[in-house]
């Protein structure tokens, strides 16, 4: 079976402890919005692997796979991402974003000399389409603008979210493959 895009495991409540956290770098919008964010642990693994599934789902529902073949082409796809992602962007953040403390996504960003990466974003199907990313990715333009940097993210070109990037101010930078590579660059200072 596969797994469930939906589902939640209530150990992945905020900070596995309860605390109350406040908005990270500024981050007002998405705290308005009731995002709460901490740092991946081992323990989320299988949560993080759920969420990557919910987002092939689409493109998996056109193969004659079956659900255990699927299933264990989206464990070996999210396995080699997650290493490559810890291998190839050290130093960067990797937070599990929270809800009412409940684990409904990810948001791993690299802060670089002269830009700063959204390496990876996503969250639960559920909560796509509420205004909730609109407001994690206007605080990290605030963010990158009062640093005074660019922001750069992958895109795969048919992803639903192009239209929001696009809405936000991104616009192609490149092209790599399956993806455009999305740049967002701060209003000129008076």
């Not at 789902?57 to 264990?72: F, I, N, P, R, Y």
């Not at 992803?159 to 999305?182: H, I, K």
Request: net charge neutral.
């Amino acid at each position: 079976m596969l797994p469930d895009p939906e589902g939640v495991d209530a150990r992945h409540k905020a900070g596995h402890d309860g605390e109350e956290r406040a908005p990270p770098f500024g981050w007002t919008r998405a705290a308005a919005a009731g995002l709460t964010f901490r740092p991946i642990t081992d323990a989320d693994l299988p949560f993080l692997a759920r969420l990557y599934a919910s987002t092939r789902m689409e493109e998996l529902a056109v193969t004659d796979w079956s659900d255990t073949q699927k299933a264990s082409f989206l464990r070996s796809q999210f396995d080699a991402q997650h290493s490559h992602y810890q291998k190839h962007y050290q130093g960067s953040d990797f937070f599990v974003v929270e809800r009412a403390r409940i684990a409904i996504g990810r948001l791993y960003l690299a802060r670089w000399r002269s830009e700063h990466r959204i390496v990876d974003i996503a969250l639960l199907p559920a909560h796509r389409g509420r205004g909730l990313g609109n407001a994690l990715l206007s605080d990290l333009l605030d963010e990158a603008a009062r640093a005074g940097k660019a922001v750069t993210i992958h895109v795969e070109k048919f992803n639903p979210a192009m239209s929001l990037y696009r809405r936000l101010g991104f616009v192609a930078a490149g092209e790599e493959g399956a993806y455009d590579l999305m740049r967002w660059v701060p209003s000129p200072g008076p």
